[in-house]
């Protein structure tokens, strides 16, 4: 029996003790088990209001109807890509053909112009929504710093930032719209307009968040990280680089994920507005489209919409704990 039963000591370094697996247990109920059960909860009630609630499409749409429509979109676009790939074929074919006949000939590829569907338009506007938020951190970090280390610039300036703060980033979108048409004119335009308006409706919606708080965590840097500066006589990009972004980085990122949480709520709203192709543009055709399939749909773009704007925090959470000098606190 002892070359069958493996060696297992109760004592010494191999001992498995309840006060070791106590925690272990308690962290994997709260990682996995207590979440799995609060969506089964949610995916239960969510069935049994659905089957209450009577609309003039149909039924309202339940975890069957969504999990269906999301097949349902995806083998749609499959076969759009299908399409798309049959359709340079053939322009390729027929490329050669003209060139065996005339070999001076240049070949002409046209673009695809079929629909987008549902998974490119969630690239269309994630593409749009971290462009904008990018271009907004790029503007606010540096002014947010030079903000919370010149008082004198926080007493100009702050008394803009209090007067637009509270403006709806929907509000700038007819303005936004206007001043694109006028000022960017192109033949051939690099970037479409509703791109544009889009990007920059994003970026005056996450300039704020990220502004106030940057200068909040600039101001308020330790007194004492201030006198190393001064002893160390840093020069000042040195002293921003080595005292001033280390230092302010906890309210940097805080400024950065509200931003971008704000930015992704606003953009749907704005390409539903503005029809401009994305997942809001899908929501608002699949509600005047008034088909049987129309409110299921639109439940999946809901659903994807929360998801893609929990991973995107989360993203931006791990981004935070990969810059952060401080590995000991616990982010969440």
């Known amino acids: 029996m002892s070359g069958i ?59 069957a109807a969504v999990a269906e429509q999301v097949q349902n979109l995806y083998r749609e676009h499959r076969a759009e890509r299908d399409k798309e790939a049959a359709f340079y074929q053939r322009q390729a074919q027929r490329n050669q053909k003209r060139m065996a ?64 703060k509270p403006v709806s980033p929907l509000a700038w979108l007819p303005l936004v719209t206007m001043v694109v048409s006028a000022v960017y004119v192109s033949p051939d335009p690099m970037f479409a307009k509703s791109f544009i308006n889009s990007l920059v409706t994003v970026t005056l919606c996450c300039l704020w968040p990220m502004v106030i708080n940057t200068s909040v ?32 980085i906890p309210a940097i990122f805080t400024g950065m994920r509200l931003s971008l949480g704000i930015a992704w709520m606003v953009l749907i709203a704005a390409e539903m507005l503005a029809q401009n192709p994305g997942l809001g543009k899908f929501v608002w055709d699949e509600f005047q489209n008034g088909s049987s399939q129309s409110l299921s749909r639109i439940m999946t773009a809901v659903l994807v919409i929360g998801l893609i704007g929990f991973l995107l925090d989360r993203g931006m959470l791990q981004l935070q704990r990969f810059m952060s000098w401080d590995k000991t606190k616990e982010l969440r």
């Open 5 to 63: 039963i493996p060696n297992f000591r109760i004592g010494g370094p191999d001992k498995l003790s309840l006060q070791t697996l106590g925690p272990a247990l308690q962290a994997l109920l709260k990682s996995l088990l207590l979440p799995s059960i609060g969506m089964l909860g949610f995916l239960i009630v969510w069935s049994l209001a659905a089957n209450s609630i009577d609309t003039s499409l149909g039924k309202f749409p339940g975890p």
């Open 101 to 164: 006949q005339d070999p001076a000939y240049q070949p002409k590829i046209r673009a695809y112009t079929g629909k987008e569907t549902f998974l490119d338009q969630i690239v269309t506007s994630l593409l749009t929504v971290m462009s904008g938020f990018v271009l907004a951190a790029i503007i606010a970090i540096p002014l947010g710093i030079a903000i919370g280390l010149s008082k004198s610039l926080n007493a100009a300036i702050n008394p803009v930032i209090q007067l637009f």
């Open 217 to 248: 965590g600039v101001a308020s840097l330790n007194p004492d990280w201030l006198n190393v500066s001064k002893v160390l006589r840093l020069p000042p990009l040195q002293h921003v680089r080595k005292i001033v972004l280390p230092a302010s």
